[in-house]
């Protein structure tokens, strides 16, 4: 990551990356953590701009803040809920120790992702 000189060679790049894309790498002052930071920043830039247009269609579609939800089946559930859920409908919930064998068996999609890539993307921008 500390490596600074001339363009590492061609096979260094991996078998998908074009010989042309490698010619418009300059030759000398080549900087990896550099490249490393610019190319982490894209990332971020680009992943902050998909989340910013999924967070406004649903909003515009379903008048939901997707930021209010922490994993994507509770914001499945608000979405339903205040858009489609009949009060006059019955909806048995599942309660007890069943309920808490489920919770405590299911991690997966506790997120806090607009935070966290907000503070991302501010400490990459300071890098640059």
């Not at 008048?63 to 009060?87: C, D, H, R, V, W």
Request: net charge neutral.
């Amino acid at each position: 990551m500390n490596y600074k000189g001339s363009k590492p060679g061609y096979e260094y790049y991996g078998k998908n990356f074009s010989k042309y894309h490698y010619d418009l790498i300059p030759n000398d002052n080549w900087d990896c953590q550099l490249e490393l930071l610019k190319y982490l920043k894209s990332d971020v830039e680009g992943l902050f701009e998909v989340l910013i247009k999924i967070t406004v269609s649903i909003f515009e579609r379903f008048n939901i803040n997707m930021t209010k939800f922490k994993t994507q089946p509770s914001l499945a559930m608000g979405i339903f809920t205040s858009n489609f859920y009949n009060e006059d409908f019955e909806i048995n919930m599942i309660k007890g120790t069943v309920e808490k064998d489920l919770r405590s068996a299911s991690y997966g999609g506790i997120v806090l992702w607009i935070l966290i890539l907000n503070k991302l993307f501010i400490m990459l921008s300071n890098m640059i």
